[in-house]
């Protein structure tokens, strides 16, 4: 049970990037059961189209529809592609998520140029990407909000995560210029950086199996978040209660970063 208004997003339009897993999937999900209409971007049809059918099967709200456009957004053409697509679906579009991304472990010993710049290309000139996609119409309606998703890593010395915390450090970066040359068109620009969340491709490949104990001890909140914990800070983010809020980067981690030179 949701504690927002069942129809707090109702003639929203929203496009999420990875929406076709993780927390990209958490995030369509209830941006849809709180009334927007959503198009959800990834890189295969029959996956999208499989998050579509869990999200139907578990959604309890009437809410909005979902539809899968397969777009990948390292192609500008293709992400411009299904912007376009969901305006001419549900007629407008007011919201963008920026939940795509890739990761794995590697040290910068052994990792390759490309290693480094798939992943640099995935989450940051991705997100730019779509952002760019989205400008235009956004301006020209005055209005539109944009999350993005970041992490933690980057505030630290990350080990085996050059190339993550490198492109998310661009994330944050990009998310406080925007916010900035695109506050004038009434366009928000936040950020939401979680910390560990079970039930994701990330954490599976970061936290194997027998490390989670480890992990979990060093975090203050004592446990790792949940998908719909980084969903309903984006439905915060997207919603009327933080309308003057932009240029934000909201750790959702609980306090697992500040607590990294706990010794004891
Ligand atoms: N360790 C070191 N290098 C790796 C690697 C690993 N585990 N996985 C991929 N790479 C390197 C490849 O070797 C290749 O570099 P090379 O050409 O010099 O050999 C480069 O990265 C691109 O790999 P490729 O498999 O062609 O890229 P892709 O576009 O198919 O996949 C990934 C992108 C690698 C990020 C893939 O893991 C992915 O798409 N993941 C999405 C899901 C995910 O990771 N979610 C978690 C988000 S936190």
Redesign the pocket.
């Known amino acids: 049970m949701s504690v927002f208004k069942a129809n707090i997003l109702d003639g929203q339009v929203a496009l999420v990037t990875g929406g076709g897993s993780?927390i990209g999937e958490t995030i369509a999900a209830t941006l849809a059961a709180h009334g927007a209409h959503v198009g959800i971007c990834g890189r295969k049809q029959d996956r999208l189209d499989q998050a579509i059918e869990r999200i139907a099967q578990t959604n309890n709200h009437q809410g909005g529809s979902l539809f899968g456009i397969a777009a990948d957004v390292r192609d500008p053409d293709a992400i411009q592609k299904a912007v376009d697509a969901t305006i001419e679906r549900f007629g407008r579009l007011s919201i963008l998520i920026n939940s795509a991304?890739?990761?794995?472990?590697?040290p910068a010993a052994?990792?390759?140029?490309?290693?480094f710049g798939?992943?640099v290309d995935?989450d940051l000139k991705g997100t730019f990407n779509a952002c760019k996609a989205v400008f235009p119409h956004f301006r020209d309606q005055n209005g539109g909000n944009i999350v993005n998703i970041s992490a933690t890593l980057q505030y630290l010395g990350t080990q085996m995560q050059i190339h993550?915390s490198s492109a998310k450090a661009g994330v944050d970066a990009l998310t406080r210029t925007l916010a900035v040359e695109w506050g004038p068109a009434n366009i928000r620009v936040n950020a939401v950086a979680p910390g560990p969340i079970d039930d994701?491709?990330?954490m599976a490949?970061?936290a194997p199996k027998g490390m989670k104990d480890k992990l979990t001890a060093k975090i203050p909140l004592k446990r790792f978040g949940k998908r719909q914990e980084i969903a309903d800070t984006v439905l915060f983010l997207v919603s009327p209660a933080s309308s003057y809020t932009s240029g934000a980067i909201f750790v959702v981690d609980g306090a697992q970063w500040l607590a990294m030179n706990t010794y004891v």
């Open positions: 993780g991304a890739g990761n794995f472990l590697a052994t990792l390759s140029p490309n290693g798939t992943v995935i993550a994701t491709a990330g490949k970061l």
